[in-house]
């Protein structure tokens, strides 16, 4: 199962498709949800620089500044 499927199931269903996955493909399903989540972070903080709510559309030079604002706080969580 790829990590976007994985994404795609109810809490509930997540025992059982742990402990049907073999050890290693654990351990890469754990290491996809993290560059996913990584990168949504990253993205998220790009859009919002270009959404410019309240300051106007800052550009796409600050806008990657701050996307790796977003990217760096999400890999101090995961401690990564």
Do not use: T
Not at 14 to 32: C, K, N, S, T, V
Not at 70 to 79: E, M, N, P, Q, S
């Amino acid at each position: 199962m790829n990590a976007f499927e994985f994404l795609n199931k109810v809490p509930d269903e997540w025992q059982a498709i742990i402990d049907a996955m073999p050890i290693g493909d654990r351990g890469e399903l754990a290491y996809r949800l993290e560059r996913i989540c990584i990168n949504a972070a990253a993205a998220a903080g790009y859009v919002e620089e270009r959404f410019g709510s309240g300051s106007g559309d800052q550009g796409h030079k600050d806008a990657v500044k701050e996307s790796h604002k977003f990217r760096d706080r999400v890999r101090k969580v995961l401690g990564i």
